[in-house]
Nanobody
Framework: QVQLVESGGGLVQAGGSLRLSCALS????????VGWFRQAPGKERWFVAA????????YYADSVKGRFTISRDNAKNTVYLQMNSLKPEDTAVYYC??????????????WGQGTQVTVSS
């Protein structure tokens, strides 16, 4: 069983930055790719970024490319999402998920509980 716990969400003004963390426990951390997804009220869950198990490959949604950076520290069993130049439209609950690397939420078996990110204008 794999457990994921997100942290780092909060309220920030437009143009500001936040760093989300996703801590994994239960299995060999480097075996799993990790994805970040977000879900705004009344909307579907959308892909944000993903990173391979080794950290050598990263993937981004076009809407966050150049502003967000995904990384991982396998020694700490943690994946990070650095979010810069935040916009009000980035407001959502952010979830991390672990499994094979994919942009599709249904391809992930393991999910965290989510962390709220609110960007004020």
């Amino acid at each position: 069983q794999v457990q994921l716990v997100e942290s780092g969400g909060g309220l920030v003004q437009a143009g500001g930055s936040l760093r989300l963390s996703c801590a994994l426990s239960g299995r060999t951390f480097s075996s799993y790719a990790v994805g970040w997804f977000r879900q705004a009220p009344g909307k579907e869950r959308w892909f944000v970024a993903a990173i391979s198990g080794s950290g050598s490959s990263t993937y981004y949604a076009d809407s966050v490319k150049g502003r967000f950076t995904i990384s991982r520290d396998n020694a700490k069993n943690t994946v990070y999402l650095q979010m810069n130049s935040l916009k009000p439209e980035d407001t959502a609950v952010y979830y991390c998920a672990a499994d094979e690397v994919s942009r599709v939420p249904d391809d992930y078996d393991y999910w965290g509980q989510g962390t709220q990110v609110t960007v004020s204008s």
